[in-house]
């Protein structure tokens, strides 16, 4: 069973960057796909990001895509969002999701059971 710890949100201007960090611990972590949603106040959870096992094959929302990049390093159990050219509308609670219920990167929170504790980004116009 995976523990994970979202971290690195905060409060940035539009235009900015920002990199989150997921970090796991407790699992065989490359044994995970992972993938970042995210929630917005009054707003359904939604997917943004995922990467597969290996890293070999990611997926995005087409809101986010070009400007965020998902990425792993199974060596030290950690999975990054890049997110650049960041707009008001990211605005949301992040969160890193894990599973070992499916080998491919999946856009539906049912198919993730573990979840970090959410990082809150604040876009700024």
């Known amino acids: 069973q995976v523990q994970l710890v979202d971290s690195g949100g905060g409060l940035v201007q539009a235009g900015d960057s920002l990199r989150l960090s997921c970090a796991a611990s407790?699992?065989?972590?490359?044994?995970?796909?992972v993938a970042w949603f995210r929630q917005a106040p009054g707003n359904e959870r939604e997917f943004v990001a995922a990467?597969?096992?290996?890293?070999?094959?990611?997926t995005y929302a087409d809101s986010v895509k070009g400007r965020f990049t998902i990425s792993r390093d199974n060596a030290k159990n950690m999975v990054y969002l890049e997110m650049n050219s960041l707009k008001p509308e990211d605005t949301a609670v992040y969160y890193c999701?894990?599973?070992?219920?499916?080998?491919?990167?999946?856009?539906?929170?049912?198919?993730?059971?573990?979840w970090g504790q959410g990082t809150q980004v604040t876009v700024s116009s």
């Open positions: 990467i597969s096992r290996r890293g070999e094959s990611t």
């Open positions: 999701a894990a599973t070992m219920r499916i080998a491919y990167t999946s856009r539906n929170t049912y198919n993730y059971n573990y």
């Open positions: 407790g699992g065989s972590f490359s044994s995970y796909v």
